[in-house]
């Protein structure tokens, strides 16, 4: 279906990996108040985590048939490096998508409020 590797669904995946990495590091800083501050979860894990998802989890995409993984990609570790250089944009994807949103937002609510209605 697709005829490039970097296309539309490249960037949807590594915008779901950022959204996860999020729900993953706030689930697991809340549960342990301590983890803040370490080294090791912070200059480490965090830098890791969505490489190491973007790989695994575009491997069980590609097992499962899931049509955002490329045609293109036809071996696991095709599969798997796609994954990963998604996973490691995903938190510039995360971030860029997220201010666009915002700002679209804003200026939604800014049209709002000049009609006088509120």
């Known amino acids: 279906m697709q005829s490039s590797i970097i296309n539309i669904m490249f960037f949807l995946y590594a915008f779901f990996l950022g959204m996860l990495v999020y729900g993953v590091r706030k689930a697991v800083e809340s549960k342990f108040e301590k983890?803040?501050?370490a080294y090791w979860w912070n200059d480490i894990a965090l830098y890791f985590l969505p490489i190491l998802l973007g790989g695994?989890?575009?491997i069980l995409m590609k097992e499962t048939g899931s049509s955002m993984v490329p045609?293109?990609?036809h071996s696991k570790i095709d599969v798997?490096?796609?994954g990963s250089i998604a996973g490691g944009l995903s938190g510039f994807v995360?971030?860029?998508g997220r201010k666009m949103l915002k700002q679209k937002a804003?200026?939604?609510f800014s049209k709002d409020d000049s009609s006088g209605k509120g």
């Open 80 to 82: 798997a490096i796609w």
């Open 106 to 108: 804003t200026v939604a």
């Open 71 to 73: 045609e293109l990609l």
């Open 94 to 96: 995360y971030t860029v």
């Open 56 to 58: 695994s989890l575009a």
């Open 35 to 37: 983890i803040k501050s």
